[in-house]
C-alpha cells in the first residue's frame, strides 16, 4: 500500500540519514524508528500505522498544553508574518520578547525577576554557570567557581550541563568534562562536608532540580531544601534551581521549588514555558544579582545565542502562559495529580513486583522491585506491553534503579487519567 511503502522509505532514509539522540545506533540500524508520529491532539498521539497512544511523559516532559493546539499555531503564523526573527544582541529589543520577560516575572517567586532567553534547558544552565561565575569575579572573587550539583541529576548536554549532570553514561560518552565540577548525593551532609572540603571561597553555586526527572522521578528526603538554602546563605553559595521539567506547574505550583517552602537565587527553564511549540529557554535572576551585574559592570555581558528572544519563540511562549493561567491547569495538576498518585497505590497493592510509587503534581514514577543484580529490569518489558495497549511511558534504569516515569500533559482529565493507570496496570500484570 502507498502507506507501507512512505513507510518502509521513511525507515531507510532515518537510518542513512538521521541521528538521533540518546539512541544505541546499531540497534537502529538493525530495528528502524520504533515509532514515526504523524499528529497528536490533546494527550495523544498518532503514528504513521494509525497507532493511536497516550503520551503519558508529554513527549519529552515539556507537551503541557497538549498536542495539536491551534491557537499556538495561530500565534506563530501572525508572529512570523510580521516578524519571524530579529536579533535582541547589544541594544535591539522587540515588543514579544519583553512582554514575555515581564510575563516569566509575574510567575517567579521572590524578586526574580529579570530573564536572560536561550533555546532550551542545557543552554539555560551553561548561562548560569557563567553567569554566577561572572558575578562572583565581579565582586571581587574570582576563585569562587565551582558548581555543586546532585546524583541522578540531569541538566542537559552542553559542555557546563554535561558536566553537572550527575547520571554517569552522559559523562562516560565523552573523554573530559568541563573542570570544576562537583556532585553530592541527597543528604545534606554530603554538601556539608564537600563544603568543608573544597572551601567556600571557591564555591560559586549549587544547582538542582526540585524533584529530579531524567534520574528517575527522585523526590528530595524531608526538609532538604530549606537545609540546603539556609546552607547556600551562610557559606555565600548561590543557589539555582533547575525548573526545566518542573517550571509552569508541572508539579502543581508556578515553579517546583515552591512546593518546598525556598525562593532560589536563579531559575533555570526550558520545556514547559512553551509546550514544546517553539524552542525556548532561560535563566532567571534575582534583582539583587541583577542589580550587582548592573553596577560592578567591567563592560559587556559576553553571552548569547543567536536564537536569544526569538520573536516568535516568545510570541508562542506568551500564548502558552495564558492558556496554562486561562484553562486553570496547575488546579487541574493538583486534583488529577492526586488521582494519578493514588492510582499507582492501587497499582502497588495489586502488584507484588512493584517495590514504591512516588510522585508529586504529575509528575510521578513507578519503581519496580530489584531482581538479583543478574537479573535483567523489567520496566523495558513493561514499556513495551504498554506500547501495544496504547500508552507510551519511559524506563529509566539508571544507577540500580529499574523505574516507570511518569508526566502526562497538564490538561488530563479524569478519565484519561483512569485509562492510563488501567494501561499501566494491566501491562506490569502481563509481564509477572
Ligand atoms: N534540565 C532538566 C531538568 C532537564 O530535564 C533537561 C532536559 O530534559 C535539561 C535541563 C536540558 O534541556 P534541553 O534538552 O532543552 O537542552
Not at 557563567?130 to 571581587?140: A, D, N, Q
Not at 535572576?285 to 559592570?297: A, F, G, H, M, V
Amino acid at each position: 500500500s502507498p502507506k507501507q511503502s512512505l513507510k518502509e522509505e521513511l525507515v531507510e532514509l532515518d537510518k542513512k540519514h538521521l541521528i538521533h539522540p540518546t539512541s544505541n545506533m546499531k540497534q537502529l540500524q538493525e530495528n528502524g524508528p520504533t515509532f514515526i508520529f504523524t499528529e497528536g491532539e490533546g494527550i495523544y498521539l498518532k503514528d504513521i500505522e494509525g497507532r493511536k497512544l497516550i503520551d503519558s511523559l508529554s513527549s519529552l516532559w515539556n507537551v503541557n498544553i497538549g498536542h495539536g493546539r491551534k491557537e499556538l499555531a495561530e500565534v506563530a503564523k501572525e508572529q512570523m508574518e510580521k516578524l519571524a526573527f530579529t536579533s535582541i544582541f547589544n541594544n535591539w529589543s522587540h515588543e514579544p520578547v519583553i512582554r514575555l520577560a515581564a510575563e516569566v516575572a509575574k510567575w517567579t517567586p521572590g524578586d526574580l525577576n529579570a530573564t536572560f532567553f536561550t533555546s532550551g534547558g542545557s543552554e539555560s544552565n551553561d548561562t548560569a554557570f557563567k553567569t554566577v561565575r561572572h558575578y562572583w569575579k565581579i565582586k571581587g572573587q574570582p576563585e569562587k567557581k565551582k558548581i555543586i550539583s546532585r546524583k541522578l541529576s540531569y541538566h542537559g548536554v552542553a559542555m557546563g550541563a554535561t558536566s553537572a549532570t550527575g547520571i554517569e553514561q552522559f559523562h562516560t560518552f565523552t573523554t573530559s568534562l568541563a573542570p570544576d565540577f562537583h556532585y553530592v548525593d541527597s543528604s545534606v551532609d554530603s554538601l556539608k562536608e564537600l563544603i568543608e572540603k573544597e572551601g567556600a571561597d571557591t564555591i560559586a553555586a549549587f544547582i538542582s532540580e526540585p524533584v529530579q526527572g531524567s534520574g528517575g522521578v527522585n523526590l528530595p528526603p524531608e526538609g532538604y531544601f530549606q537545609e540546603v538554602r539556609k546552607i547556600c546563605d551562610e557559606n555565600n553559595i548561590l543557589f539555582i534551581a533547575d525548573e526545566v521539567i518542573c517550571g509552569f506547574g508541572r508539579l502543581g505550583t508556578n515553579f517546583g521549588i515552591e512546593q518546598f517552602g525556598v525562593i532560589p537565587d536563579i531559575i533555570t527553564m526550558a520545556k514547559g514555558i512553551t509546550s514544546g511549540y517553539a524552542p525556548l529557554g532561560g535563566m532567571v535572576i534575582s534583582e539583587r544579582i541583577q542589580k550587582e551585574l548592573i553596577d560592578k559592570t567591567e563592560g559587556n555581558f559576553w553571552h548569547g545565542y543567536t536564537y536569544s528572544g526569538h520573536a516568535t519563540a516568545a510570541a508562542v511562549a506568551l500564548k502558552n502562559l495564558e492558556i496554562i493561567k486561562n484553562e486553570k491547569l496547575i488546579e487541574n495538576v493538583n486534583v488529577v495529580g492526586k488521582q494519578m498518585l493514588e492510582g499507582f497505590k492501587w497499582i502497588q497493592e495489586q502488584n507484588s513486583n512493584v517495590d514504591n510509587v512516588r510522585g508529586m503534581g504529575l509528575l510521578g514514577a513507578i519503581s519496580l522491585e530489584k531482581a538479583s543484580n543478574s537479573a535483567e529490569p523489567i520496566g523495558p518489558k513493561i514499556v513495551a506491553k504498554a506500547l501495544e495497549k496504547g500508552l507510551i511511558c519511559r524506563s529509566v534504569i539508571y544507577d540500580g534503579q529499574d523505574t516507570l516515569a511518569f508526566a502526562p500533559p497538564l490538561i488530563i482529565n479524569t478519565n484519561q487519567m483512569e485509562d492510563m493507570i488501567a494501561i499501566v496496570n494491566e501491562s506490569i500484570q502481563a509481564v509477572k
